[in-house]
């Protein structure tokens, strides 16, 4: 049975930053496309960010871009979101998952993540962004 766990959230003012993890029991991250994924209240859940299966490639939503920094260890089996620059709309319940097939798809030049199709959820950590 696979089960993540997502800790480090919490409220943050406007401009600062956050680091998010995610360790899982079940599943190994080593050698899997995993990704974060976020849902605001009265909003769909979104892909963040994710990194492919040989951990050189990293994907970012264009919101998060130049701001958002993933990455894993694969020693310790676990990810990392760091979030820095914060802004009032990063405000949401934040999400590890292993997606369904790949994390990323290209098309006009530049690579996109697809919209979440993820077999299981953790709980999710809560990041509040405060003005």
């Known amino acids: 049975q696979v089960q993540v766990q997502e800790s480090g959230g919490g409220l943050v003012q406007a401009g600062g930053s956050l680091k998010l993890s995610c360790t899982a029991s079940g599943l190994t991250f080593d050698r899997r496309a995993v990704g974060w994924y976020r849902q605001a209240p009265g909003k769909e859940r979104e892909a963040v960010s994710c990194?492919?299966?040989?951990?050189?490639?990293?994907y970012y939503a264009d919101s998060v871009k130049g701001r958002f920094t993933m990455s894993r260890d694969n020693a310790k089996n676990t990810l990392y979101l760091q979030m820095n620059s914060l802004k009032l709309e990063d405000t949401a319940t934040y999400y590890c998952a292993e997606p369904r097939g790949d994390c990323a798809y290209y098309s006009g030049g530049a690579y996109h993540l697809n919209a979440p199709d993820v077999p299981y959820w953790g709980q999710g950590t809560q990041v509040t962004v405060s003005s």
């Open positions: 990194i492919s299966w040989s951990g050189h490639s990293t």
